[in-house]
Nanobody, 126 residues
Framework: QVQLVESGGGLVQAGGSLRLSCAAS????????MGWFRRAPGKEREFVAT????????RYADSVKGRFSISRDNAKNTVYLQMNSLEPEDTATYYC???????????????????WGQGTQVTVSS
């Protein structure tokens, strides 16, 4: 189990950028698949991006592909989400999550993730 703490959210104008960070506790960070999800008001939680344990593989939701980039620094126990060209539709609470399942390299399925952060709010104004 890892504890996850997100930071970096805020208010930004459309077209702007933000970088979210998620710091993990413990010494097993490198064993976890990491993911970012978001929940907009009145909507279901949705997948945003995922990264493999080594960082060599990534996957993105179609809605953010080409605009968002996920990365990780295992030495710092941190995963990042660089968000560019933000749109009002990106407004949501963003959550990072960690998965230990040995059957996946990356996954967009939130049921596979074991541990979740408390979330950080991103608001994009038009």
């Amino acid at each position: 189990q890892v504890q996850l703490v997100e930071s970096g959210g805020g208010l930004v104008q459309a077209g702007g950028s933000l970088r979210l960070s998620c710091a993990a506790s413990g010494r097993t960070f490198g064993r976890h698949i990491m993911g970012w999800f978001r929940r907009a008001p009145g909507k279901e939680r949705e997948f945003v991006a995922t990264i493999s344990r080594s960082g060599s593989n990534t996957r993105y939701a179609d809605s953010v592909k080409g605009r968002f980039s996920i990365s990780r620094d295992n030495a710092k126990n941190t995963v990042y989400l660089q968000m560019n060209s933000l749109e009002p539709e990106d407004t949501a609470t963003y959550y990072c999550a960690a998965a230990t399942s040995p059957y996946y390299d990356t996954t967009s399925d939130d049921r596979i993730y074991n541990d979740w952060g408390q979330g950080t709010q991103v608001t994009v104004s038009s």
